[in-house]
């Protein structure tokens, strides 16, 4: 997700009243909340938080364009990855994959088919039971000799994906007074109805506390998120990685960057229809609303975890090591190869390695049990950014 920050011009503002009504009353009720409570609200609400729903929100139809939903090559990209991964632990039968936040399958499929010649167990970690089922009827209708079922958080051996998963977790907002931090909290406005920023005292020291583990200095006037979520995310997929890779992709920046001059307004952003905004509190349950993912807080829960660090790198340095050039080479001169489909698969590839775009977007992988000194390919190039 890169577009630019525009305001839609004939955006739909009108937020489900009946997340409306539960958020309302907890500030009736609790005084300002956090902006992570809210939108754990306005994302998770099992009735109808935005990713509870059951309609497809990334996808050309939906709100957003992630890299597996812009093209199949990159699930197929990725099958390399998994095939070293599955070697470096011994090769037990079958190769065991959890993709977390799986969305419509749009990775998992072309990464099975990719991976064709070894048996092969899926384990689909979402949110939403009903994306499970998509998941498991789009590849059982074209692979019949794989098991697909819901994550139940078992230890596995083998490798565990999330792509673009991290950017929702509930996020508290910070701004910096000259030398006090405070939380931006979400209150009423005077006409009781009205969601607005709220600023207030921090909920918690944790929040001080990270940004001071990461030497992390606001400036006067900084606003910033925080998002303490990903270290209990990041404990639970390392305790049920008992063997094998755990690789994560976002788009983020190691802590120096991300709270650094050049962001003096934070990165949280909004989307809807394609489009980008910067309103959290319209289209409630009905917009996507991210933050830019902490690289350092992601790597120090994972190390924090028992999990080795193998490597940080960028998504167009990964693909490109996968073999991704070739992987477009072979969209043309495939049997069956169009002109149409190549330019299709041209474009979406475009996307994925500009540095401006999606190529920039950090690849991490953390390990456990793997043989020591292994190089993974694709782990090769570290991202400077992220070294702090
Ligand atoms: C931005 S979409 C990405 C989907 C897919 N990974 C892709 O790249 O196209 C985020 C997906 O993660 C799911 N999700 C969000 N938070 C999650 C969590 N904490 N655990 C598991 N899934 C989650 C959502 O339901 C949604 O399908």
């Given at each position: 997700m890169?577009l630019?920050?525009?305001?839609?011009?004939?955006?739909?503002?009108?937020?489900?009243?009946?997340?409306?009504?539960?958020?309302?009353?907890e500030?009736?009720r609790?005084?300002p909340?956090t902006?992570?409570?809210?939108?754990?609200?306005?994302?998770?609400?099992?009735?109808?938080?935005?990713?509870?729903?059951?309609?497809?929100?990334?996808?050309?139809?939906?709100?957003?364009?992630?890299?597996?939903?812009?093209?199949?090559?990159?699930?197929?990209?990725?099958?390399p990855?998994?095939?070293?991964?599955?070697?470096a632990?011994?090769?037990?039968?079958?190769?065991?994959?959890?993709?977390?936040?799986?969305?419509?399958?749009?990775?998992?499929?072309?990464?099975?088919?990719?991976?064709?010649?070894?048996?092969?167990?899926?384990?689909?970690?979402?949110?939403?039971?009903?994306?499970?089922e998509?998941?498991?009827a789009?590849?059982?209708?074209t692979?019949?000799?794989?098991?697909?079922?819901?994550?139940?958080?078992?230890?596995?051996?083998?490798?565990?994906?999330?792509?673009?998963v991290?950017?929702?977790?509930?996020?508290?907002?910070?701004?910096?007074?000259r030398?006090?931090l405070?939380?931006i909290?979400v209150?009423?406005?005077?006409?009781?109805?009205?969601?607005?920023?709220?600023?207030?005292?921090?909920?918690?020291?944790?929040?001080?506390d990270?940004?001071?583990?990461?030497?992390?200095?606001l400036?006067?006037?900084?606003l910033?998120?925080?998002?303490?979520?990903?270290?209990?995310w990041?404990?639970?997929?390392?305790?049920?990685?008992?063997?094998?890779?755990?690789?994560?992709v976002d788009?983020?920046?190691?802590a120096?960057?991300?709270?650094?001059?050049?962001?003096?307004?934070?990165?949280?952003a909004?989307?809807?229809?394609?489009?980008?905004?910067?309103?959290?509190?319209?289209?409630?349950?009905?917009q996507?609303?991210?933050?830019?993912?902490?690289?350092?807080?992601?790597?120090?829960?994972a190390?924090?975890a028992?999990?080795?660090?193998?490597g940080?790198?960028?998504?167009?340095?990964f693909?490109?090591?996968?073999?991704?050039?070739?992987l477009l080479?072979?969209?043309q001169?495939?049997?069956?190869?169009?002109?149409?489909g190549?330019?299709?698969?041209?474009?979406?590839v475009v996307?994925?390695?500009?540095?401006?775009?999606?190529?920039?977007?950090?690849?991490?992988?953390?390990?456990?049990?793997?043989?020591?000194?292994?190089?993974?390919?694709?782990?090769?190039?570290?991202?400077?950014?992220?070294?702090?």
């Amino acid at each position: 997700m890169d577009l630019r920050r525009v305001r839609p011009p004939d955006r739909d503002d009108a937020s489900d009243p009946e997340l409306m009504t539960r958020i309302r009353d907890e500030i009736r009720r609790d005084g300002p909340i956090t902006f992570a409570r809210f939108m754990e609200i306005a994302l998770y609400d099992p009735a109808r938080g935005y990713y509870r729903s059951r309609v497809a929100r990334p996808g050309r139809a939906g709100d957003y364009l992630t890299a597996p939903e812009a093209h199949p090559i990159f699930g197929r990209a990725i099958a390399p990855f998994a095939r070293a991964v599955h070697d470096a632990i011994g090769s037990p039968e079958p190769l065991t994959i959890r993709e977390f936040g799986a969305g419509e399958g749009a990775l998992a499929e072309p990464l099975v088919t990719a991976l064709a010649s070894r048996r092969i167990r899926y384990l689909v970690a979402e949110v939403e039971p009903a994306r499970v089922e998509s998941v498991r009827a789009r590849l059982l209708a074209t692979h019949s000799d794989i098991e697909v079922v819901a994550d139940d958080g078992r230890a596995i051996d083998g490798l565990a994906i999330a792509n673009e998963v991290l950017d929702a977790l509930p996020t508290h907002r910070v701004v910096q007074r000259r030398d006090r931090l405070r939380e931006i909290l979400v209150g009423l406005a005077a006409d009781g109805e009205e969601l607005i920023d709220a600023e207030g005292d921090p909920s918690t020291p944790a929040l001080a506390d990270r940004l001071q583990d990461e030497a992390v200095a606001l400036r006067d006037g900084q606003l910033a998120e925080v998002c303490l979520a990903v270290d209990a995310w990041v404990a639970t997929a390392a305790a049920g990685l008992a063997s094998g890779v755990l690789l994560i992709v976002d788009y983020g920046h190691a802590a120096s960057e991300l709270y650094g001059e050049r962001r003096q307004a934070g990165t949280l952003a909004t989307y809807q229809g394609h489009r980008v905004g910067d309103d959290p509190y319209r289209a409630v349950g009905h917009q996507d609303i991210t933050a830019h993912v902490d690289v350092t807080a992601v790597e120090r829960a994972a190390t924090g975890a028992g999990l080795d660090h193998l490597g940080t790198t960028t998504q167009s340095a990964f693909l490109d090591a996968l073999g991704l050039g070739n992987l477009l080479v072979a969209e043309q001169t495939a049997p069956g190869a169009t002109l149409q489909g190549y330019l299709e698969a041209r474009s979406a590839v475009v996307r994925m390695i500009d540095p401006a775009a999606m190529g920039g977007f950090p690849v991490m992988a953390f390990g456990r049990g793997l043989p020591p000194g292994i190089t993974l390919d694709g782990l090769l190039e570290r991202v400077g950014a992220a070294d702090s």
